[in-house]
């Protein structure tokens, strides 16, 4: 089976149903002769299979209920439209979006699955900036100067947290730099590894964060950090090294942008829906 690039379908508001319970799920009618299955696990769905007529606009509204992204149905025409004849070659997988994986074999009959996209969690490496002692590893692959980023750490981080201090998960940052538009993004990292060398990674990326400035010695003086030491970690080319090998990491990764999270081995298809998280939590601890 031929494994393709990237398939980008539009995304809108993303509500998945991968990772939701099972009974939620719904692929509406189907016409004489179709099938659709689901697999679960722990209650929770974790594919959906699809066997009967060759019609695009019904495998799109399937692939649509399965990921919970409206924008997916109307995008599988389009791209069905376009990959008719290579399709007639065989089988294919795409992936969609980083977060789920369509297989799709079309001849006189059509069968099609959706399910999440699983990335290896020892691609990861180890995670240097945890908060939490046991569960799932959630990832966030961040950017100080990030708007969506901010809003990540203002709107979702301090239920994460709270959740890790209860022992439900475990949260580790990653940085991801768009060095590219934000100018600020690779000294900001930087001065939070000098953070995290005193032992204050967290409380330096709350005050960034929250929009605190880009005096990277004040916001220290802020935390009592020594303001030696912190100079010094500044100045220091190798405190460059662990947010190249981060930014390395999210490129071998294929991640669209900040913010982008993993909960284990899933990439989340919209983190800024805190329900998804304790949805895929329970899929990610049912494996």
Known sequence: MRRLAVLLLGLGAAWAQIAAPLERFSPGPLPEGARVQTEARSGRLYAVRYEGPVNASLMGRILSAATGVPGHAQGFVAWYGKNQALLRRGPVELNVEGAFLLKLAVGAWAEMEVRPLLTEEALFGEDRHVLGEKGVVVRVFSDFQCPYCQRLAREVLPALKAMAQEGRLRLAYRHFPLY???????????????????????AYHDLLMAGSGWDYPALARRLGLDPKAFQACLEDPASRAPVEADRALAERLGLPGTPSVFVGPFRLPNPFDLERYRDYLALAEAL
């Open 180 to 202: 590219e538009i934000h100018p600020e993004a690779v000294p900001a990292a930087v001065a939070s590894e000098c953070a995290a060398a005193q032992g204050a990674f967290w």
